[in-house]
């Protein structure tokens, strides 16, 4: 079973539009989804209108979301922004599997690159390792 965490940017644009295929991740078997309160309000800062506000609120009720991870710090080779690095922290936290996130130019040269355990990629690349 696969443990997939999912960045903000993956959260918003799985809310943003009703047909998203970033929806296919809660159909797929054997893939728990997780996420963070922090990036649960990151995304829902940024969506605009109650209809994507919604939308993200009933995708959350089945993404098992954790707390901040103070005790936990970055590897000594893994360079993120301050804003960045609580979403790696707290993939390692849940012991996920799956760094889901869209974010090129912070998480771009970590991509296909496992991290304390976490394999990061884009969705798309997740897509293409699973059958759908």
Known sequence: MDIVFLDAN??????Y????????LWELPDVHLVSSDYA??????NLR?????????TLLQSVRLIGTTPD??????????AKD???LL???????????TGDLKHFG???????????????TAYFLTRPL
């Open 10 to 15: 993956v959260l918003f644009s799985s809310a």
């Open 17 to 24: 539009l009703p047909e998203s295929d970033f929806l296919k």
């Open 40 to 45: 649960a309000q990151e995304a829902r800062r």
């Open 49 to 57: 209108g109650a209809d994507r506000l919604e939308r993200l609120e």
């Open 72 to 81: 936990r710090r970055l590897p000594e080779a893994i360079v993120l922004p």
């Open 85 to 87: 690095a609580p979403i």
């Open 90 to 100: 707290a993939a390692v936290a849940a012991n996920a599997t799956h760094l889901l």
């Open 109 to 123: 040269p970590y991509r296909n690159t496992v991290v304390e355990g976490v394999l990061i990629l884009s969705t």
